[in-house]
């Protein structure tokens, strides 16, 4: 019997793969091959069919192995390209290069599935509302950083704005300049006195 996670987790993404042809077309070219996905402490053994969908891999030794940091997972879902280098892979590198593609490429058609069980109107203001929380995190993270950064710089004063570092950094080139032509002064002033 499955684990609880591909259980959970491998119905939903044949679900997926079930409404995107070109999806199962790039993965059932890798028939056979298993691997697995650690994440949050959790790995996930899965292995593709002949028809490009997921199963559990069993005893099947995997030919890639993929390590999600937790503090990832969120990021590549949002689509940031900086959090597939947070990803470790090792093993089979055209099975992880298709796996990244479908990853990227395959959205859920959530509204198709809504209208099943609620019918097309509600389905659509369900999706709309879903979307539109979904995008809560990202606005209030934005809003955070930005509210942090002005009470940082202004608020409190512990970090200085650009206006001063620029300034400072001007004030330090004319104090090296200035010392440099008193050090030139002093030799000649040396020099002469030698002479003399």
Known sequence: MPAAPD???LPALNHLLAQADWARL???AHAGKSFSVQMAGVTLGMAIDAQGLFEPARDREPVLRLQVPASAALALRA???DARRQVV???DAALAADL??????LDWDAEADLARLFGDIAARRIARTLESLGRVP???ASSLTRSAARFVVSE???APDRAQVDGWAAAV???????????????RIEAGLRKG
């Not at 990244?100 to 490429?105: G, K, L, R, S, T």
């Not at 080139?173 to 030139?184: G, I, N, P, Q």
Request: charged letters at 30%; glycine letters at 8%.
């Open 7 to 9: 259980r959970l987790v």
């Open 26 to 28: 790039r993965l059932g």
């Open 79 to 81: 689509g940031r390209a």
């Open 89 to 91: 892979v090792s093993g």
């Open 100 to 105: 990244a593609y479908v990853a990227a490429h």
């Open 138 to 140: 990202a606005q209030a």
């Open 156 to 158: 409190r004063a512990i």
């Open 173 to 187: 080139d004319r104090t090296r300049d200035d010392v440099e032509r008193l050090a030139a002064r002093i030799s």
